[in-house]
C-alpha cells in the first residue's frame, strides 16, 4: 500500500455548462494528477441552485463524493435522494430531523478509505449549530474509522474559515472552503499539518457573475428587483485544489491551486 494518497478537490459546479466544464477537463486533469479520489461540490448542478437524482447520477459517472451546503434543499426531490446516496452529503451541523447524512468514508482503488466532512457557516448564513462543536463531534465518530479526513467548509466570511481552518489544525487533513465561487489565494499547509485554502471557486461559465449570466446579475444590482437566475453558458472555468496527503499519518504533504479556462459552449 502506497504511503501518499492524493484527491482533486472541484468547486462549486454551477449547472449544465458547469457539469460539462467538469466532464470534458477531467481526463486531462487525471492525466496530470493522477488523483486517488476526485470530490466536487454539487449544490447548484442543477439548472444553477439544487441538486437532483438524475444529475447527481450524471456526476457520479465522473467523481467519487458531491459535498453540498445551503442550496441543497432547494430541489425537492433532493431530500429523498440525500437519504438513499451515501456519497452526497449535506453539512453535518443542520438539525437531526434534517434527511442524508454530514459525512461519508469512501475507498480509493487500493481499498483506502478517506472521509468527507461537511460544515456550513453561520456567518451571514442560516442560524444553524456550530460548525466547531460539530466538527469535534464529527471527527471523533470518523477517526475510529478513517484517519484521512477532509472537510468542505461551506461559508461566506473568510474570517470564519480561517478560524475553523486553525481550528482543525492537525486534526484533519484538509479543510477547503466552498460557497462564493470565488477562489482564493491562501492555498498552504497549516502548522500542523493540515492543508487549507478559504475557497476553491467553482465549475461554470467564466463570463458571468459567479456562475450566472451576467446581465441578470447586473439587472438585479441595477432595479434591485427580483431575478430569475440562470447558469451562464459563456466559455467555461474550472477551479480545483489538488491535495497530496500521508495516508498513515493523515497529514497533508502538499496543496495546489487549479484554474483552468476555456470559450466553451456560446
Known amino acids: 500500500m502506497q504511503d501518499k494518497l492524493s484527491v482533486l478537490f472541484l468547486g462549486d459546479v454551477i449547472g449544465r455548462p458547469g457539469r460539462k466544464s467538469l466532464k470534458n477537463s477531467l481526463p486531462q486533469l487525471k492525466k496530470k494528477y493522477k488523483p486517488s479520489l476526485i470530490a466536487a461540490n454539487g449544490e447548484n448542478s442543477a439548472g444553477g441552485i439544487g441538486i437532483t437524482e ?23 426531490e433532493a431530500l429523498n435522494y440525500l437519504d438513499i446516496e451515501p456519497r452526497l452529503i449535506r453539512p453535518a451541523n443542520y438539525p437531526p430531523p434534517c434527511p442524508g447524512r454530514g459525512a461519508c468514508i469512501v475507498r480509493d482503488a487500493e481499498e483506502r478509505k478517506v472521509a468527507f466532512l461537511n460544515l456550513q457557516g453561520r456567518v451571514f448564513m442560516e442560524p444553524i449549530d456550530c460548525p466547531f462543536r460539530i466538527a469535534d463531534q464529527e471527527i471523533d465518530a470518523i477517526r475510529k474509522k478513517a484517519h484521512v479526513i477532509i472537510v468542505d467548509f461551506h461559508a461566506e466570511a473568510t474570517s470564519e474559515k480561517q478560524a475553523l481552518g486553525w481550528y482543525l489544525d492537525g486534526k484533519v487533513s484538509a479543510v477547503c472552503g466552498t460557497h ?35 446581465e441578470q446579475a447586473v439587472d438585479r444590482f441595477l432595479t434591485s428587483r427580483p431575478q430569475r437566475f440562470g447558469p451562464s453558458k459563456e466559455g467555461f472555468i474550472l477551479n480545483a485544489v489538488y491535495l497530496e496527503i500521508d495516508y498513515h499519518t493523515g497529514k497533508a504533504l502538499y496543496i495546489e491551486r487549479i484554474k483552468m479556462v476555456g470559450e466553451g459552449e456560446k
Open 54 to 76: 438524475k444529475v447527481g447520477k450524471e456526476l457520479f459517472t465522473s467523481v467519487d463524493v458531491l459535498t453540498s451546503g445551503n442550496h441543497v434543499w432547494d430541489k425537492r
Open 180 to 214: 462564493t465561487h470565488v477562489p482564493t489565494a491562501d492555498e498552504r499547509i497549516l502548522p500542523q499539518g493540515t492543508a487549507y485554502i478559504t475557497d476553491i471557486g467553482m465549475v461554470g461559465g467564466y463570463y458571468s457573475v459567479i456562475g450566472i449570466k451576467k
